[in-house]
């Protein structure tokens, strides 16, 4: 089975600050690992995600996250934040195996409600 | 561009009484999840449907909850009778098809419940 923590419930931080978002895991097989963003009253929209190759993946609004394998840690961090990036920030895994690796179900951590202060 | 539609968006109702979900996956999208997500934390998943089978439904509560995929497209997730503890949103997710590769899972905008 596999497991996501994430450390901090609430993080505040003023607009144009950097911030990091921690997330650990723990998994008996081999995972991918992703971070959600929820909007209020939306769905889930995939932030970045890592699958294989380089441990550090970015996504295309500044956001960039590294996988840590010996620390069992996928991180979020954006160097400078804005107003708009206040919403619910999810880390997610799903399981690598067999034939079926490609819809294996999300589990997800608690989730951090990041809010950029003006 | 294409979406997962899921309707009511918001469903309030008493105790006791019998609710419906729906969800219509994106077009070709073989596999469809239902998660359920209680305020403030994670969605959690119910239910996988692969096609009309289903996959996973070790987390659903079969002594209320059900859920069907009668022709393999839109599928409908049923509480009957809805307790308090069923407040929570619930999130439908498609993707491609079953297989090695890895396929993005799209979700819906939800369904709010609320128990009163």
């Known amino acids: 089975a596999q497991s996501v923590t994430q450390l901090d419930s609430q993080v505040p931080v003023f607009e144009e600050a950097p911030v990091e978002l921690r997330c650990n895991y723990s998994s008996s097989v081999s995972v991918y690992l992703f971070w959600y963003v929820q909007y209020p009253n939306q769905g889930l929209q995939l932030l970045l995600k890592?699958?294989?190759?380089?441990?550090l993946v970015e996504s295309i609004n500044g956001f960039e996250a590294e996988f840590n394998k010996s620390q069992t840690s996928f991180h979020l961090r954006k160097p400078s934040v804005h107003i708009s990036d206040t919403a619910e920030y999810f880390c997610?895994?799903?399981?690598?195996?067999?034939?079926?690796?490609?819809?294996?179900?999300?589990?997800f951590g608690k989730g951090t409600r990041l809010s950029v202060i003006a | 561009e294409a979406e997962v539609a899921q309707s009511p968006r918001y469903k309030i109702t008493e105790k006791s009484q019998a609710v419906a979900f729906w969800c219509d996956p994106i077009s070709g999208h073989a596999t469809l999840y239902w998660y359920r997500q209680i305020l403030g934390q994670g969605p959690e998943l119910l239910v996988q449907?692969?096609?009309?089978?289903?996959?996973?439904d070790s987390q659903l509560p079969k002594d209320r909850f059900s859920a069907e995929r009668l022709k393999g497209v839109d599928s409908t997730l049923k509480i009957q009778p809805a307790e308090l503890g069923d407040s929570a949103m619930y999130l439908c997710?498609?993707?491609?098809?079953?297989?090695?590769?890895?396929?993005?899972?799209?979700f819906g905008p939800g369904t709010r419940l609320t128990v009163l």
């Open positions: 997610a895994v799903s399981a690598v195996y067999g034939s079926n690796s490609g819809n294996t179900p999300l589990v």
């Open positions: 890592y699958l294989s190759g380089s441990t």
């Open positions: 449907f692969q096609d009309e089978s289903v996959v996973d």
């Open positions: 997710a498609s993707s491609f098809r079953q297989g090695s590769t890895y396929n993005e899972q799209f």
